[in-house]
């Protein structure tokens, strides 16, 4: 017997077979529920339940807490339906979202941007259209089953001039993924990729400002969100805050300077929280969700687009509502979680 999972305020709805989790009933029928990890260990998935009785997995305290459990919220990733169940998630977009497709690609290009960085270019079927909003992911397919997710970086109107994917990769050493990336992978290596998939793009019916939150190659859907509003002549003010330990971590900082000619809009405040005598860095630094609250007491009127590492994401959601008066519903965020992260 299956359940009736509806999520509100969209009023999506679907079936989840018993033992089956949320998440994966959600993803199996195109319903873009948030998640990052998987795993129960990042929180990305939370939501709340508005009714009906969930049953969780395994699952660190980090990710949910006893107290936010007996609150009624719920890791979609790790919780099984008992019952028919309402949810709450402010990011799971209304009918008729773009398809999820599954379909190869051809490595077109790498480039190495810093030193555990790579910008690959992925060529797709030429015969076949591939619609995303600027923000959202694909999944790598891997042979023995596993997954990779990794943010497009290009706007969706670039697929004008060929269907292509610009994809940004970090090297996680011992990873089984990305060591072949900055390993023996050349172009025109075929992979397998499934998407778009992810909540996290520009509410264009908003006019609030925007702060947009970058650490790492949390920058790639950012940079993606940002050529979109470019192309679309949407001039939200908005302040992109990138992190990284040191200056070179800033891989297409030179990028973001020539668009800041273009765009009259945009500020961008680098920060950098661990360089050395030799980056004769002059910039902010420290930590980079800090600096927003520096620059921003009350957010209470903006928009925040968060993308990076989960300790960052997860701790400007919690600064900024507390400390700055941000609502909740104005935070929007993809957290990266590795496989070492999981662990």
């Given at each position: 017997?299956?359940?009736?999972?509806?999520?509100?305020?969209?009023?999506r709805?679907?079936?989840?077979?018993?033992?089956?989790?949320?998440?994966?009933?959600g993803?199996?029928?195109?319903?873009?529920?948030?998640?990052?990890?998987?795993?129960?260990?990042?929180?990305?998935?939370?939501c709340?339940?508005?009714?009906?009785?969930?049953?969780?997995?395994?699952?660190?305290?980090?990710?949910?807490?006893a107290?936010?459990?007996a609150?009624?919220?719920?890791?979609?990733?790790?919780?099984?339906?008992?019952?028919?169940?309402?949810?709450?998630?402010?990011?799971?977009?209304?009918?008729?979202?773009?398809?999820?497709?599954k379909?190869?690609v051809?490595?077109?290009?790498?480039?190495?941007?810093?030193?555990?960085?790579?910008?690959?270019?992925?060529?797709?079927?030429?015969?076949d259209?591939?619609?995303?909003?600027?923000?959202?992911?694909?999944?790598f397919?891997?042979?023995?089953?596993?997954r990779?997710?990794?943010s497009?970086?290009?706007?969706?109107?670039?697929?004008?001039?060929?269907?292509?994917?610009?994809?940004?990769?970090?090297?996680?050493?011992g990873g089984?993924?990305?060591?072949?990336?900055?390993?023996?992978?050349?172009?025109k290596?075929?992979?397998?990729?499934?998407?778009?998939?992810?909540?996290?793009y520009l509410?264009?019916?908003?006019a609030?400002?925007?702060v947009?939150?970058?650490?790492?190659?949390?920058?790639?859907?950012?940079?993606?969100?940002?050529e979109?509003?470019?192309?679309?002549?949407?001039?939200?003010?908005?302040?992109?805050?990138?992190g990284?330990?040191?200056?070179?971590?800033l891989?297409?900082?030179g990028?973001?300077?020539?668009?800041m000619s273009?765009?009259?809009?945009?500020?961008?405040?680098?920060?950098?929280?661990?360089?050395?005598?030799?980056?004769?860095?002059?910039?902010?630094t420290?930590?980079?969700?800090?600096?927003?609250?520096?620059?921003?007491?009350?957010?209470?009127?903006?928009?925040?687009?968060?993308?990076?590492?989960?300790?960052v994401?997860e701790?400007?959601?919690?600064?900024?509502?507390?400390?700055?008066?941000l609502?909740?519903?104005?935070?929007?965020?993809?957290?990266?979680?590795?496989?070492?992260?999981?662990?």
């Amino acid at each position: 017997m299956s359940f009736s999972i509806t999520v509100e305020p969209s009023g999506r709805s679907f079936s989840a077979q018993p033992g089956e989790t949320l998440l994966a009933a959600g993803i199996r029928q195109g319903i873009g529920l948030p998640y990052g990890c998987k795993d129960g260990a990042c929180g990305s998935c939370k939501c709340r339940k508005l009714s009906g009785t969930v049953e969780h997995g395994p699952h660190q305290s980090k990710a949910l807490s006893a107290d936010e459990e007996a609150a009624g919220f719920v890791l979609t990733c790790c919780g099984v339906a008992q019952s028919d169940v309402v949810l709450e998630s402010r990011q799971v977009t209304e009918a008729g979202a773009f398809p999820i497709k599954k379909m190869p690609v051809r490595v077109s290009s790498l480039e190495r941007v810093s030193h555990d960085v790579m910008v690959m270019g992925l060529q797709l079927p030429a015969a076949d259209t591939f619609q995303y909003h600027a923000g959202q992911y694909v999944e790598f397919l891997l042979r023995d089953g596993d997954r990779r997710s990794y943010s497009m970086a290009n706007a969706p109107h670039t697929q004008a001039a060929g269907p292509r994917i610009e994809l940004h990769l970090r090297h996680m050493p011992g990873g089984k993924f990305t060591d072949h990336v900055f390993g023996p992978m050349k172009e025109k290596e075929i992979l397998r990729i499934e998407g778009p998939y992810g909540s996290f793009y520009l509410r264009e019916e908003s006019a609030k400002p925007i702060v947009f939150l970058a650490s790492g190659t949390g920058f790639a859907p950012i940079k993606a969100i940002i050529e979109h509003m470019r192309f679309k002549g949407l001039e939200r003010p908005a302040t992109l805050y990138w992190g990284g330990r040191r200056p070179a971590d800033l891989y297409q900082d030179g990028w973001i300077r020539e668009q800041m000619s273009h765009l009259p809009w945009l500020q961008y405040v680098p920060v950098v929280s661990d360089a050395l005598p030799e980056d004769a860095w002059t910039g902010r630094t420290g930590f980079v969700h800090q600096a927003v609250l520096q620059d921003f007491p009350d957010l209470s009127g903006h928009e925040v687009y968060a993308c990076g590492a989960p300790i960052v994401i997860e701790s400007a959601r919690r600064d900024y509502v507390a400390q700055a008066s941000l609502p909740e519903e104005a935070f929007f965020a993809d957290s990266f979680t590795s496989a070492a992260d999981k662990q």
